[in-house]
């Protein structure tokens, strides 16, 4: 495969099958908690990060990492006393950091727009070593955590009260999950692009709980989704000049759009198989009863 003659290639494969693994790894934990935007926010916020790394001249991965981890704490603790006035602290928050990535990032000497549209959409040739080590790093950050804390991250996302009736840390589990969130979004940014990352942590896990709801199923089915698009969208990329970042938010869309169809009838005759077993009120005989004359009645 000529595709692997080329350094730039392998060093974009590579990081595409972590980003694969990684970006969904971390959704299914946003999508339980109803939190599926939370990657896009980071995102916005990591810009800060990639510009001050221009500005300077630091690694603009390591720089976002911080930024974003920041960020992400910064979240947690306006969604826990922001109470009315939250979205509008969220929504500066936001904003606030893709500003100040724009701005940074031109006044860095050499700054221009073809370095801030690689960060916001991918690409593949300006992966360099530097940032496959880096990304190295925080992919295997996030493998431990999304699979070493799985069953207390799970019990949190899911209901934060029992959790915190049985004695889990639920405020730092919280915190963890966003720090994790947040060095996710750096870790993809080179190969997604940090305004379309969210989607690959969000819709491999929605295309994954149409076919199962375990809980270790979805992750399985979520994560080989990712791994597939990512490679596929990568290689793509490659061969027709198509932006990656676009090209592998695509085939997720369209991964999710057939296996909703798929699943559809698997639905049904599940749903059948149910009401069969519980005993349908539609099949069950309308009980007798009778009249003060003492007839029997329906």
């Not at 070593?129 to 992919?139: F, K, M, N, P, Y």
């Not at 305004?195 to 992750?219: D, E, G, K, N, Y």
Request: hydrophobic fraction near 55%; proline fraction near 4%; glycine fraction near 10%.
């Amino acid at each position: 495969m000529d595709i692997l003659d080329y350094a730039f290639m392998q060093r974009a494969l590579l990081a595409a099958v972590l980003v694969g693994i990684t970006a969904p790894a971390v959704g299914i934990y946003l999508v339980q908690r109803r939190q599926a935007l939370m990657g896009d926010g980071i995102g916005h916020v990591a810009m800060t990060g990639v510009g001050l790394g221009f500005l300077l001249s630091w690694s603009p991965v390591w720089m976002a990492t911080l930024v974003s981890v920041v960020g992400a704490v910064l979240m947690e603790f306006i969604r826990w006393y922001g109470r009315t006035r939250g979205d509008i602290a969220l929504a500066m928050l936001f904003y606030g950091g893709m500003a100040g990535g724009v701005m940074f990032i031109n006044l860095a000497p050499g700054g221009s727009n073809a370095n801030l549209t690689s960060y916001l959409f991918g690409s593949l040739s300006t992966v360099s070593e530097s940032d496959v080590t880096a990304i190295c790093l925080l992919a295997a950050f996030v493998v431990l955590v999304t699979l070493g804390l799985r069953r207390q991250l799970f019990a949190v996302s899911q209901d934060e009260e029992f959790a915190r009736v049985t004695g889990l840390p639920v405020r730092a589990l919280n915190l963890l999950t966003a720090v994790t969130a947040a060095v996710t979004v750096t870790v993809a940014m080179r190969v997604v692009g940090l305004l379309l990352v969210s989607a690959l942590m969000v819709v491999p896990v929605a295309a994954a709980q149409q076919l199962s709801r375990s809980f270790a199923a979805t992750f399985a089915i979520a994560v080989a989704i990712g791994v597939s698009v990512t490679i596929g969208g990568t290689a793509t990329s490659y061969y027709q000049d198509v932006p990656p970042g676009a090209t592998i938010v695509l085939l997720t869309i369209g991964a999710f759009i057939a296996l909703t169809a798929l699943a559809m009838p698997l639905n049904r005759r599940r749903a059948r198989a149910m009401a069969q077993s519980a005993g349908d009120p539609a099949e069950c005989p309308i009980p007798a009863t009778r009249d003060a004359s003492g007839k029997v009645g329906v």
